[in-house]
């Protein structure tokens, strides 16, 4: 089983700043076969990113994804009150499939 | 609009059966392949069970010969049949359509999207 593991667990910013998610992988992800989700307080996940940076109708282009082999990381430019959530990365290298335990992006 | 609405979550006790149901509309479920996550509460997520359009299905370690994925074509539904229930299992479940990565083999590999907006499950005596 691939383990991720996200870090920070929680990211404390302001609106406006920038965001940098990381998602490690113990295994490689095999053709950058990892997404990105979204999600707010009392709603279910919505994808963001999958292929490790192609972004889903619908996402922001202030998202931006990138990484290969183990590491992975998910980008937001400038925050908006919105984007306050938690993040959570996906494989779909191998099954079983599997989640990061999430990042929270808290307001400072 | 693809749209998925779970039901049937609740309390149940150790040992106990549930069946979940989701509901689709704006696309077939029998052209599709779907699946389950769930999440404890306060938890991270966690894949569940899968079918493919062709009627295979697939399952964590944690749920085989417990859990069951079907679907109703005619119902345009998807179900979960959750025996022998533990607290462990106690979780949102979410349904949510599996988008697949290239030709799905035995090796099941995409992302979730859309999802439900999930339905609880209390597993307690």
């Known amino acids: 089983e691939i383990v991720l593991t996200q870090s920070p667990g929680t990211l404390s910013l302001s609106p406006g700043e920038r965001a940098t998610l990381s998602c490690r992988a113990s295994q490689s992800v095999t053709n950058a076969y990892l997404a990105w989700y979204q999600q707010r307080p009392g709603q279910a996940p919505r994808l963001l990113i999958y292929g490790a940076s192609y972004r889903v109708t619908g996402t922001p282009d202030r998202f931006s994804g990138s990484g290969s082999g183990t590491d992975f990381t998910l980008t937001i430019s400038r925050l908006e009150p919105e984007d306050f959530a938690v993040y959570y990365c996906q494989q779909y290298s191998r099954s079983p499939l599997t989640f990061g335990q999430g990042t929270k992006v808290e307001i400072k | 609009e693809m749209r998925l609405v779970e039901s049937g979550g609740g309390l149940v006790q150790p040992g106990g059966s549930l069946t979940l149901s989701c509901a689709v509309s704006g696309f077939t479920v029998s052209d599709n392949y779907l699946t389950w996550v769930r999440q404890p509460p306060g938890k991270g997520l966690e894949w569940v069970s899968l079918?493919?359009?062709?009627?295979?299905?697939f399952y964590a370690d944690s749920v085989k010969g417990r859990f069951t994925i079907s679907r109703d074509n005619s119902m345009n539904t998807l179900y979960l049949q959750m025996n022998n229930l533990r607290p462990e299992d106690t979780a949102v479940y979410y349904c949510?359509?599996?988008?697949?990565?290239?030709?799905?083999?035995?090796?099941?590999?995409?992302?979730?999207?859309?999802w439900g907006q999930g339905t609880l499950v209390t597993v307690s005596s």
């Open positions: 079918i493919y359009s062709g009627g295979s299905t």
């Open positions: 949510a359509s599996f988008a697949p990565a290239g030709l799905q083999t035995t090796n099941p590999q995409g992302w979730f999207d859309p």
